[in-house]
């Protein structure tokens, strides 16, 4: 089955500082989902983005699904972008294969 | 609010007991989705929904047991759970075979079997 690997497994950045989480995959996939879960539990789906560019405020992903990677971008963090970042992809609509996450703490 | 609702919010149960958790949208969705997130293991479909009908149901044991009366209902029913059962349970939906849509969770019901 499709693999996912997320990187860094953990990342912490003082407020303001940007950064970058990768999301690899192992196959040809037509679903990459970015979610972001806050301390409390609640996942918010961020990105619906097989492949291409999309910007969200201070979030943009990129998707190249020929290389089989995805980026999110974070800009000027805010201690509330603290939480774990999934990404998720599937070559269906039904079943998605998730990350491990990257766990992100911002400080102030 | 999300636009997906679950209660309740955290339930205690004994591994005797029969409890139901309950899941609704309010999003138009055709497809509804339970998953099980244990600490320190990637999220696990456990049944997927579409149009009303089960489509996935990745070797779930049987003491779980899904309902979705209507596509903007979704239960999971509990009988004599384990205590490696305690987990947070999410539901989630979407509009499958639309492109560009992605998944709404809602906020899950955090399970502990004592």
């Known amino acids: 089955g499709i693999q996912v690997e997320q990187s860094p497994p953990d990342l912490i950045l003082q407020e303001g500082a940007n950064s970058t989480l990768r999301c690899n995959f192992s196959d040809s996939v037509n679903n990459l989902q970015w979610f972001h879960q806050n301390p409390w539990g609640q996942l918010i789906n961020l990105f619906y983005?097989?492949?291409?560019?999309k910007q969200n405020g201070r979030l943009s992903a990129t998707t190249v699904a020929t290389e089989r990677y995805s980026l999110l971008y974070i800009s000027s963090s805010q201690t509330t972008d603290s939480g774990v970042y999934f990404c998720a992809v599937g070559d269906s609509n039904y079943q998605l294969i998730w990350g491990a996450g990257t766990k992100l703490i911002i400080k102030p | 609010e999300t636009g997906v609702t679950q209660t309740p919010r955290h339930l205690v149960m004994g591994m005797t007991n029969k409890k139901s958790l309950k899941c609704e949208q309010h999003l138009g969705h055709n497809a509804m989705y339970w998953y099980k997130q244990s600490a320190k293991k990637p999220l696990e479909l456990m049944f997927v929904?579409?149009?009303?009908?089960?489509?996935e149901n990745n070797s779930v044991p049987s003491r779980f047991s899904p309902e979705c009366p209507n596509s903007s209902h979704l239960f999971l029913h509990l009988h004599t759970l384990q205590p490696e059962d305690s987990a947070l349970y999410l539901c989630?939906?979407?509009?499958?075979?639309?492109?560009?849509?992605?998944?709404?969770f809602g906020s899950g019901t955090r399970l502990t079997v004592v």
């Open positions: 983005i097989p492949s291409g560019t």
């Open positions: 989630a939906s979407s509009q499958a075979g639309i492109e560009g849509y992605g998944y709404t």
């Open positions: 929904y579409s149009l009303e009908e089960r489509v």
